[in-house]
């Protein structure tokens, strides 16, 4: 049976849109992936010298054992946000001869080897080996290593406990966040009885059969509950909200293109994906604090200022904007067959990316605390990411052939995603550093801020026009998008 | 009012669509039938210019519909689920689609009031979005939106599939309503002989993209229809 279990996810995973994917997406995945592996690898074999180095005093292992418990934390709540228990995939098995014991097994044994599961193995795995080789002693460094990769798996079993519930998520996070306001105070410092508790077990490595007994406790805990639950109309159901009904009469007084824009509106806030996509925009105000704290890029990188410039205020606009159209891919065909100019359509989106980058705007004004030069370059940045920005990503849209599920998850979900969201960076972030780059070198600061500014209002001037553009190439290629639409992955 | 010249639609080898000619006049109600993959959503898809014909054309109303878009505005439909807007409510939907047809929130109103029996309580101001509807709530939804606006032509595509027995026969009674006066041409495609028999004043059969028979409805119709399926 298992066999068979093993078989089909075999096939959906060499099946599933991912490898659909064009080449440039999978190298970016695989970087990401390799990326994280090489970390961990790093911290793992060269965490313990760096220690050592760093506080010869103390023993490496301790200086570990005594941050372990915000580890642990950090992964629970970490869980919390991205893992779910893939209960849909039972689904089609339900009315199979397949016992549903066997069904609750395989889900429950399947997430043991979950991703998550394997990320932090690879700092522990180098730094054991890394402790033995250093003389610790063998059963001790075992002991230890097995009580971690029981307390990985507690973790996991503990979150899907624990994960349909908000309240558990508020204690555990109100928790963490106390317990690090009591270090920082001086007032409780946990991180000695977690060494002393992990202590324990480098000392008796045979305490490492207590983690094991509470993954078979809540093993045995998700099971029952899990198994209570194997019906249509609970675990295995897909949950419906209520629907909102907000007012949004206020949006017509935008006139003919008023009911787009209504339908934008709701478009965005009722989806996890574009809810993601709008408040994300919100943290992009803070990007510029990485560069405009440092004072390298302003001495040796200034075109790196701009680069962060044009996020401040464009979060919104760039990744709302590089999916345009798809994010309307599953009704695209019917908004084909109505009686309404494209225009219309293209207008209202243009019209949310102005209004969220002015939005953006007004609310990175703090900024100024950086001094003028500094909001000078974020007022260019925002002139052309309403001027140029807004229209080049409805322009680069017409070549999007991806389909979007609304109703498939938000974060780190890539559907949609082609060559043409990484070609479009060129011209989007290139041009303004590039401009500046070279006016500000040959000329001089103000020069480089009013040639970005210029591009951007030379777009607002002739909107129109461009707009015009845009809307014939929409058209020509809208029987090749109606069909690749029409695709689901 | 629909006139077809020569319409065939080639993927590769295959031509799942050759119709040489097919004139639908103004106020007939026009019934389409065959078997999976005869070509009857590929017909309908051409007509409301969503894909391009290999060759030939389709005149809606004398406009060629993949050179001008004007028949939009005299044209409603509902193909399939993707006509609906998901992350919307029913009302939203009806407003939305209303405002585009030149209806504003009053006129939607007494619009969907005809409508009550066939809702049968169970689309509006139940506060989920169309996405959480059932499949037969989605088309009533969908069915009754194609109907805004005064259309002087009707497509629905497998009206019938997915709705009670009750809602069957109240969509029956609607379409004869509408169709009474010859005033709308309806286009309707179904696998059920029944309803389309009692629907339609002409029934087209195609199969494998070819229009094998073209009868107009009679008492025997259904018999004839029956003895032909009936391989």
Known sequence: MILHFLKLEWKQYFRSSYWGKGIALKILMVFFALYFIISFLAIGIGGYFFLKKEYPEQDPLQIVNSILVFAILGDLIFRYLMQKLPVMNIKPMLILPIKKNTLVNYVLGKSAFSFFNFISLFFYVPFSIVLIKEGYSIAGVLGWFLAMLFIIQTVNFLNFLINKNNIAFWIIAITTASLIALQKFEILDITIYSQQLFDTIVANPLLCIIPLALVGILYFLNYKQLRSKVYLDDAVATKTEEANSTDLSWANRFGDVAPFIKNDIRLIWRNKRTKTVFLMSFLFLFYGLIFFTNPVYEEKMPAFLIFAALFVTGGFALNYGQFIPAWDSSHYKMLMSQNIRYRKFLDSKWFLMVAMTAILYFLSIPYLYFGLDIFLMITAGAIFNIGFNSLFLLYAGSFNRKRIDLDKGGFTNMQGTSATQFLIIIPIMGIPMLLFYILSKLVGFNAGIIAIATVGLTGILFKNYFMDLIEKKYLRDKYATIHAFDQKA | ?231
């Open chain 2, 1 to 231: 009012m629909i006139i077809s010249t020569n319409i065939s639609k080639k993927y590769g080898q295959s031509k799942v669509l050759n119709i040489e000619s097919l004139d639908i006049p103004k106020g007939q109600s026009f019934g389409l039938v065959g078997n999976n993959g005869a070509g009857k959503t590929t017909y309908f898809n051409i007509l409301l210019d969503l894909i391009r014909p290999t060759t030939g054309n389709i005149k809606n109303n004398n406009i060629i519909v993949n050179e001008s878009e004007n028949w939009k505005s005299f044209t409603g439909s509902f193909i399939d689920e993707s006509f609906l807007i998901g992350y919307l409510t029913p009302e939203e939907y009806f407003y939305f689609i209303g405002n585009l047809r030149g209806m504003n929130k009053a006129d939607v109103d007494k619009f969907l009031r005809q409508f009550e029996e066939l809702f049968n309580d169970e689309i509006i101001g139940k506060k989920k979005y169309l996405r959480h509807l059932s499949k037969g709530n989605q088309k009533k939804a969908g069915i009754v939106a194609a109907m805004m606006g005064n259309p002087e032509v009707i497509i629905l595509d497998e009206p019938f599939a997915n709705l009670d027995p009750t809602t069957q026969i109240r969509l029956k009674k609607i379409l004869k309503i509408l169709t009474d006066d010859h005033a709308v041409t309806l286009l309707v495609s179904s696998h059920d002989l029944n309803h389309v028999t009692e629907v339609c004043e002409r029934i087209v059969v195609l199969d494998k993209g070819l229009v094998v028979k073209d009868i107009k409805t009679s008492a025997k119709t259904l018999a004839e229809l029956e003895n032909y399926f009936a391989v």
